[in-house]
């Protein structure tokens, strides 16, 4: 069984910074791309930025210049630097991994729980 476990979530005035963390543990063999997305009320989910385990990193146009992700892959871990932060940046960021639990497995998508960011004054 694989789990995904996000924190750092909270209420930040516009302009501040979080930062966000989300751990993957259980059964892994290889984790392909990490990742996080948001969905905010009303509103369908949408990707804020992955990183593959090469370290390559692809943003939304949103947030590029303001969030900035990162890895541990020894510690199956992504991080999500988050500042300039805007109002229309409150959602619940969930925490993605596409990865196999076996050599010989498929690989699939896992998603945590997800953690609220609100963006107020």
């Known amino acids: 069984q694989v789990q995904l476990v996000e924190s750092g979530g909270g209420l930040v005035q516009p302009g501040g910074s979080l930062r966000l963390s989300c751990a993957a543990s259980?059964?892994?063999?290889?984790?392909?791309?990490m990742g996080w997305y948001r969905q905010a009320p009303g509103k369908e989910r949408e990707l804020v930025a992955t990183?593959?385990?090469?370290?390559?990193?692809n943003y939304a146009d949103s947030v590029k210049g303001r969030f900035t992700i990162s890895r541990d892959n020894a510690k199956n871990t992504v991080n999500l630097q988050m500042n300039s932060l805007k109002p229309e940046d409150t959602a619940v960021y969930y925490c993605?991994?596409?990865?196999?639990?076996?050599?010989?497995?498929?690989?699939?998508?896992?998603w945590g729980q997800g953690t609220q960011v609100t963006v107020s004054s």
């Open positions: 990183i593959t385990s090469g370290g390559t990193t």
């Open positions: 259980g059964s892994i063999f290889s984790i392909l791309a």
């Open positions: 993605n991994a596409k990865l196999a639990q076996a050599s010989d497995s498929y690989y699939q998508v896992y």
